[in-house]
């Protein structure tokens, strides 16, 4: 291989694989206006990232559903999150899966740095095969520390030994590309799979141009 870059980090959720909480609740709270309110004032992205960081479904959920004990539906909600936590899955992003088999043929060294339960990310590796293509993964759940805070990339350096001047870190946020940036990454914020293959090739990994996409 002629590239200089030796490595890619994949972020997962929003560039491998497609997750949002709407797909379950659009089954629970047909309700727009109804469901809008309960995945921003009730079951809100502060409340998850506690399952990023390591808490457990059942301790953050018992203490969630214990705010409203008289209302056994919305309790109900709560809980729905855990025990119907694979219905927040769409697929995989299929263009980007195919970019990640690409490089893995070529021998581009892989990992993957993501915000996600240690408790649910085994179960999706069993959903998502192509996330054993993956030398290493650090999971925020596991770690007890997620992006963008400086520490988990940092623990991504010393458990992988790859040199970020010579590693492209990819990710659907730009505000976990910024600590990535500042350790030496060169960065790309996703947002197709088409884009990202065109910038992967810009900067010299062994990509088909398009591949027919």
Known sequence: MTASFTSVVFDL?????????????RKLIPNDEERHDFLTKVCTREWHNRHDKGVSFADNARELSEKYPNDPRLRSLIYA???????MFSGSIQGS???????????????????????????ACKSFPFLFLFKDAVVSGEEHVMKPDPQIYEILLERTKIDPRRAIYIDDRKENLL???????????????EALRAELIRHRLPLAPMCGL
């Open 179 to 193: 600590p990535a940036s500042a350790l030496g990454f060169t960065t790309i914020l996703f947002t197709t799979p």
């Open 97 to 123: 899966v195919k970019i990640l088999e690409e490089l893995n043929d070529a021998k581009v060294a892989l990992y993957a740095l993501t915000n996600w339960s240690a408790e649910y990310y085994p179960k």
């Open 13 to 25: 959720g929003g560039v491998l694989i497609d997750w949002d909480p709407e797909y379950l609740y």
């Open 81 to 87: 999150w855990g025990e119907r936590y694979e219905e």
